[in-house]
């Protein structure tokens, strides 16, 4: 997992609760609008825990900040709003 530049993250391997601390810890650092976008293309393994935590990361943001996830597969999709989170169309691209 490496941050490429200033509102971008790639994260490889296995998606666990770290790497979702690693996307919140790279929200936190935006600007209230800013944008980060979020290389999930290659994951291997998404750990159910790290795929709850992402949910809440997401769903905690009160800022308009912009999250932009590549590379999820449809079943954390479907993981994602079952735990609460809305997609916009397309379902990648996420605000909050």
């Keep these: 997992m ?3 530049d200033e509102g971008q ?6 998606f666990d609760q770290q790497a979702a601390r ?3 810890d790279a929200i936190a650092d ?3 609008d800013g944008e980060l976008r979020v290389d999930l293309t290659q994951v291997r393994e998404f750990l159910p ?3 709850a935590a992402l949910a809440r ?8 900040v912009r999250v932009v996830l590549a590379g999820l597969r449809s ?3 479907q ?7 809305d997609f916009p169309e397309p379902a990648s691209q996420l605000q909050h």
């Design 49 to 51: 825990v790290g795929v």
């Design 2 to 4: 490496r941050t490429t």
């Design 79 to 85: 993981m994602l709003r079952y735990l609460g989170v």
């Design 30 to 32: 935006l600007e209230d």
């Design 57 to 64: 990361t997401i769903s905690g943001r009160t800022r308009g």
């Design 22 to 24: 690693r996307i919140a």
């Design 75 to 77: 079943s954390q999709i």
């Design 9 to 14: 993250v790639e994260i490889s391997g296995v």
